[in-house]
């Protein structure tokens, strides 16, 4: 049997009931819109979480206080209880670490802080002025933190962009404004550009003052919360960490890593965690998605082996005039194939649209990559040459004479 005959007695016996084929391939189509959809909310995700670790700052080495968590596991950089790092540590890691870029050790806590007429709960930063260069961040309006205010222990603040709406709006110009932390009053001397990025991680949702201002009217001791170093490039990173492992296990006179009071991770250990742990996400998305695709290959077996019932008489005319077996199995695997193959595509439309509609009003990052759409046409393809060829297989196995004689 010719492609071209193929081709037109599958499209007489599929429009022959059209409601019938339609409410088949539906399942074909909400499978495939599914896995489309979930797959590429994991990979939005992945995306969106991977450059929110990225613009962190460059080439990125964190040290945290307290005892080794494994990686990932400290990622807000909040101050916890345990006091084990201090300036010093920082000073020696930026003079005695090869291949630093630079070196911002920061104190963290949340605060209410008070403006005229409005109140917000932020974090404060207490950092130095080289803070903007290894987190990559730039001033908006107004100066950051500088050696002459970090040295006179000023009181100064820089607002974050998130802080500065909560505070004062989006209209106001908050430079030389007074605000309140903790019951002391800072002047205003600068506003942070945005960055995006949510949670208490978040460079836009901050205010920045001298590590020695936060150190002496804020914490009331000389312990930092973090220390964030920057390599002079990418491949220098795991160099740098582990000098600064060996640096301060030396500091700390602690002879077994195992036994250290602080952690050091990577940019690209956070990155790697967080990847492993949004594949794992979307890899559960399109599972659960998948199962619609399975129900689908289900409602077209039932819907071919109801065909071959059907048209019984028809396959017993057939091979009465001369069809031999494997071109009753092609029509049939072939319908079976058109139903999957065209709501596969259908599926795909309807899968790309959903992506869209669940960026634009759940405000969650999407993703539609060319190999999650072959994976699913791919899988949709096979589940209707898996699902069809047994009723294709059935239809061609019936005897002629007894098909000829059923009513």
Not at 279 to 289: G, Q
Not at 367 to 396: H, K, N, Q
Request: hydrophobic share 40%.
């Amino acid at each position: 049997m010719q492609f071209k005959d193929l081709a037109k007695e599958t499209y007489w016996a599929l429009s022959a009931n059209k409601t019938r084929s339609f409410l088949t391939m539906l399942g074909i189509i909400i499978g495939i819109a599914s896995v489309i959809a979930m797959v590429s909310v994991g990979q939005g995700t992945q995306g969106s979480i991977e450059s929110s670790i990225e613009s962190a700052g460059s080439n990125l080495i964190i040290v945290y206080p307290g005892a080794q968590r494994g990686v990932g596991m400290q990622v807000s950089g909040g101050r916890g209880n345990a006091q084990t790092l201090t300036m010093d540590d920082a000073d020696a890691i930026e003079t005695q670490v090869d291949s630093v870029a630079g070196v911002a050790p920061v104190v963290t806590r949340r605060y209410q802080v008070v403006a005229v007429g409005t109140n917000t709960n932020t974090q404060v930063i207490g950092t130095v002025p080289e803070y903007s260069d290894v987190r990559s961040t730039q001033i908006e309006t107004g100066n950051f933190i500088t050696e002459q205010s970090l040295e006179s222990a000023s009181r100064i603040a820089v607002l974050g962009a998130t802080t500065k709406e909560d505070l004062f709006g989006t209209d106001v110009d908050p430079i030389g404004e007074k605000i309140r932390i903790n019951q002391i009053e800072f002047k205003i001397v600068g506003v942070m550009e945005a960055k995006g990025g949510s949670g208490m991680s978040s460079t836009d949702d901050a205010i920045y003052i001298p590590l020695t201002t936060a150190q002496r009217y804020l914490s009331g001791d000389t312990y930092v919360s973090t220390i964030y170093i920057s390599s002079v490039d990418q491949n220098s990173m795991q160099s740098v960490q582990d000098q600064t492992t060996s640096l301060l296990l030396e500091r700390h006179n602690i002879t077994d890593a195992a036994s250290a009071d602080f952690s050091v991770s990577n940019q690209n250990d956070i990155v790697e965690t967080a990847s492993t742990i949004t594949d794992t996400f979307t890899v559960l998305l399109a599972c659960i998605a998948g199962i619609s695709l399975v129900v689908g290959g289900i409602g077209i077996m039932n819907m071919m082996l109801t065909t071959v019932t059907e048209r019984t008489r028809e396959i017993g005319l057939r091979k009465a005039i001369g069809a031999k077996r494997k071109d009753i199995v092609f029509q049939f695997l072939f319908e079976s194939i058109a139903l999957t193959f065209f709501g596969g595509i259908a599926g795909v439309a309807l899968g790309w649209i959903a992506s869209l509609l669940i960026a634009t009003f759940a405000g969650i990052s999407t993703e539609i990559t060319v190999s999650s759409v072959a994976l699913s046409v791919g899988v949709s393809t096979i589940i209707g040459v898996a699902f069809g060829y047994y009723p294709a297989y059935r239809a061609a196995r019936l005897n002629p004479i007894e098909a000829l004689r059923y009513e």
